[in-house]
């Protein structure tokens, strides 16, 4: 079974950035697309980026000049860095992989404070 | 890119059927089969219960379908129960192959 674990700090201070890692068990990051999503307290889901094994990116527009995904297929991890973070990027951040146009497994999702 | 516009609400009785809408453009929604739902439990991640318009997961109940008519997908959920009390969530390849999500509908189950 397929499981994701997102991990980093959980409160990162206005305009640092925000890094979180996302480790996958029980299979591998070869193969496939693996996006990041975020959760505004009460709010809906907004994604991120995505990113494919081989290291091809696709970032969403309104977050591209801030947001960096990348992959290590030797750790089976892949990793997300915010940068110049404001109170509007506090928000429960996920980790999921993709199939097809949905996300069929999802890490618990951790959730970031930005607060000085 | 906007978000693709669902219902903020929508509720029914146990045993009956209600369809959730999802409404985008021609870049997106209507542009592809390329439109999954998700759904979401209080303080739970989403789970995936629609794939490419109308493919249901393994394990995920057949009372779960999706279809999908010009710029608007529609997700219908037969024989309401409880448990299907909930947040619902689309979401669309976009043309520039980007993702986009719906706002998001909750389900009340009366």
């Known amino acids: 079974q397929v499981q994701l674990q997102e991990s980093g700090p959980g409160l990162v201070k206005p305009s640092e950035t925000l890094s979180l890692t996302c480790d996958v068990s029980?299979?591998?990051?070869?193969?496939?697309?693996w996006s990041w999503i975020r959760q505004p307290p009460g709010k809906g889901l907004e994604w991120i980026a995505y990113i494919h094994y081989t290291g091809s990116t696709t970032y969403s527009p309104s977050l591209k000049s801030r947001v960096t995904i990348s992959v290590d297929t030797s750790k089976n991890q892949f990793s997300l860095k915010l940068t110049s973070v404001t109170a509007a990027d506090t928000a429960v951040y996920y980790c999921?992989?993709?199939?097809?146009?949905?996300?069929?497994?999802w890490g618990q999702g951790t959730l970031v404070t930005v607060s000085s | 890119q906007s978000a693709l516009t669902q219902p903020a609400s929508v509720s029914g009785s146990p045993g009956q059927s209600i369809t959730i809408s999802c409404t985008g453009t021609?870049?997106?929604?209507?542009?592809?089969?390329?439109v999954s739902w998700h759904q979401q439990h209080p303080g739970k991640a989403p789970k995936l219960i629609i794939y490419d318009v109308s493919n249901r997961p393994s394990g995920v109940s057949n009372r779960f379908s999706g279809s999908k008519s010009g710029n608007t997908a529609s997700l219908t959920i037969s024989g309401l129960q409880a448990e299907d009390e909930a947040d619902y969530y689309c979401n669309s390849y976009t043309t520039i192959t980007t993702v986009i999500f719906g706002g998001g509908t909750k389900l009340t189950v009366l």
């Open positions: 029980g299979g591998s990051v070869s193969g496939y697309f």
């Open positions: 999921a992989r993709h199939r097809s146009s949905g996300f069929d497994y």
């Open positions: 021609s870049s997106d929604v209507g542009g592809y089969n390329y």
